[in-house]
């Protein structure tokens, strides 16, 4: 179900990325238009880090996987079995709440790996079907705590109260849900293109597996930033010029005004750093939330940069193998990441629980301008209105609609 094209003088550009349309738009750009040759001044021509990675050839140098041994488990669920004696909230898991004292080393190190690292990590061997649904998000929050301390909020509203909803149900609802109230494909089974999320780190645990299909793929930005540096610097150019973000208001004319693309430079402290922050769809629409007619238009040099990002991203993507009882943990900051689509049955239903986390020992320093993104996020939650949704819901959806 396509979005409406959106305001006058949109490109031909749709959620679902043509690669028809990309080279035909490129081709034509090339050659009627005169493009910036050069980087914009101080950004480097290259990056050079073990988060520049291609994914068709990361596996010959690099295990991205944890696999829980027995011993870890045990203490998973010995740290289960405290918390649930403490008779706390789920607000209140922590790493004193939910002590693992051998795993959490290990732990650690997975933050390190994600933020100074490859930028990902997925540990295996969660045994789901051991658990009740409360008891696995338990365990999921719990073991993200020693990864990720700080966890953030993906709702500010539950059940028609200000709440910080800090869990989030990834499952496909269209059959459930009316379409007008679907505005982005984590509550469809279409393919979801590559983006960012909100939040530092991105921790998805594995409920449940689809019948067929749902592939997760994590792709280096920093890849994608060296290929472009190198053959279209005008693209650079777009990409840190700003863009006006539909927001998706009732109203349908309010929009943020921001770049995609950030640069740090190197400090004594850290290296230099590229921040790409965007979903696709608020420039596109998606399902029910078409782009307002009420709000600029994006360019054409802006479409083209979309679907660079998403193609360069696709052509040095690595794919997970992601199943039933795994968690990912991903740099939101240095990766894109993507899904496959996918089809259910009665019995086999893909199912993901989400988490936004923070970890403030490698916590990455933000442009300024990203400031009121990862404040909507971080700042000011309260543990009496910490919410954690055991069953899938349509974000911001009110009850009753």
Do not use: C
Request: proline share 6%.
């Amino acid at each position: 179900m396509a979005a409406t094209a959106g305001p006058i003088g949109q490109p031909d550009i749709a959620y679902a990325p043509r690669l028809d349309n990309y080279q035909a738009r490129t081709a034509r750009r090339i050659q009627t238009e005169t493009l910036p040759q050069t980087l914009p001044e101080g950004f480097p021509d290259k990056l050079d880090s073990d988060l520049v990675w291609d994914g068709n050839t990361l596996g010959e140098s690099y295990d991205w996987n944890y696999h829980l041994t027995a011993a870890d488990l045990a203490e998973v669920d010995a740290a289960l079995k405290h918390f649930q004696s403490l008779n706390k909230p789920l607000a209140e898991i922590n790493q004193e709440t939910f002590p693992l004292p051998t795993l959490h080393a290990t732990l650690r190190g997975i933050s390190h790996e994600i933020h100074n690292g490859h930028g990902f990590k997925v540990v295996r061997g969660i045994p789901v079907d051991k658990y009740t649904r409360e008891q696995n998000v338990i365990i999921y929050t719990g073991v993200s705590s020693h990864v990720a301390p700080i966890r953030g909020r993906q709702d500010n509203t539950w059940q028609g109260k200000p709440a910080d909803v800090i869990l989030a149900h990834i499952k496909d609802l269209s059959r459930k849900v009316d379409a007008k109230h679907i505005g982005a494909p984590v509550y469809t089974a279409e393919k979801q293109v590559f983006h960012t999320d909100s939040g530092d780190v991105i921790g998805l645990f594995a409920l449940s597996e689809s019948a067929e299909g749902g592939e997760s793929y994590l792709a280096s930005a920093g890849k994608v930033y060296n290929e472009l540096a190198e053959t279209r610097p005008d693209l650079i150019h777009t990409l840190a010029e700003d863009w006006a973000f539909d927001e998706f208001s009732k109203e349908g004319d309010a929009y943020l005004s921001r770049p995609l693309l950030y640069h740090s430079p190197a400090t004594d402290t850290s290296p230099a750093r590229f921040i790409i922050q965007y979903a696709r769809r608020n420039f596109t629409g998606y399902w029910g939330y078409p782009r307002s007619p009420n709000i600029p238009p994006i360019t054409e040099a802006q479409a083209e940069a979309l679907d660079a990002l998403h193609f360069l991203s696709e052509k040095y993507a690595v794919a997970l193998d992601f199943h039933k009882g795994d968690i990912q943990y991903a740099n939101n900051l240095s990766i894109f990441h993507a899904r496959g689509a996918f089809s259910d049955t009665e019995e086999k239903q893909r199912h993901l629980l989400r988490l936004w986390l923070r970890d403030p020992e490698f916590e990455w320093e933000k442009h300024p301008a990203l400031k009121g993104r990862f404040d909507r996020v971080y700042a000011g939650l309260e543990v009496e209105k910490s919410i954690f949704p055991l069953e899938a819901t349509i974000r911001g959806l009110e009850v009753g609609t």
